[in-house]
């Protein structure tokens, strides 16, 4: 199935763009998905993922919605959803 | 200004305000016996004191421990040139005070820290937080709900910005982001640059809330996280919701900041 993942701050520039289409295999959660990102980029490593949970510095939304307030690492994924994953910024 | 109406010249100066049903001279009586604590005056700072100031906002109290540097300047609007060396907390004072008669500024040429946060914050009717670290945002964030004070949330990367209104009842900034990154982790303007125009998108937002929640109009941006893409110029808002488990404005909340660690990730001991 594919997803669109969209990322922010210093995970856009982790990536490289904003937006990308990612194959991910059908029935892949939201932890497998953060797990295959920490290793397909280098800036990402120990970015999204602490202790097998989401790390607490950072937050997730499926399609607009935290997933924090579904299953957390657990939510699963549909063909054609949207990941966005950001951190906070603190610049003034 | 208590207990007073408006006199002639304000009655000028403010009619663009005042003609308006949803402002009203009760409206601007509001906004000139209000009282907001502006937290940094640079980026975000320059424009939120500027128009607070020219709205009319009655008390300024800003924060700021850095002098004006000429690398300010190409986005901190209200210093100048000839400000270089001075105190930002001293040169805001004196910007408002050619802008504005009506507005008192409290200059605190210091940091907000935990030893003085909570006299700052008290009496105040709303914060903004336009500071440029995750400590003093997540010690803002912590003593302003503490109080009960609603804050203005704004943050700036590059060309991108974060806003956010934190209103007691609604969740806090822990509930988005639990904790802090640790230092470094996410550079600062220094390091990475960032577009001049880019606080004043920001700053003025946070006014715009600011505003708002003195004359209790509209809805503020509570719940909702807006980003800011200048290259795009795009703006979305996500949604977000009160965390049960926050440590701060969830079921079993800290009674004072006694026990956070403004340090590293800003968590707060067992």
New interface residues.
Partial sequence: MELELRF???F?EAVGT?VVSREVDDGATVGDVLHELEASYDGLEGQLVEDGDLR????V?KN???V??MDGMDTTLEDGDSL?V??????? | MSGLSLDATQLDRYSRHIIMDEVGPEGQKRLLDGRVLVVGAGGLGAPVVQYLAAAGVGELVVVDDDVVERSNLQRQVIHADADVGVPKAESAKAFVERLNPDVTVEAHETRLDRENAESLVADCDAVVDASDNFRTRYLVNDVARLAGVPVAHGAIYKFEGQATTLVPGGPCYRCLFPEAPEPGEVPDCATTGVLGVLPGVLGTIQATEAVKLLLGAGDPLSGRLLFYDALEMSFETVPYRQNPDCPVCGDDPIDSIERVEYTGGCGIAD
Avoid at chain 1, 56 to 59: A, L, V, Y
Avoid at chain 1, 86 to 92: D, L, T, Y
């Fill in positions: 922010f701050a210093t856009r904003k607490p510095q950072i937050n939304l607009g919605r935290e924090l307030h966005s950001f951190p906070p910024v603190a610049g003034g």
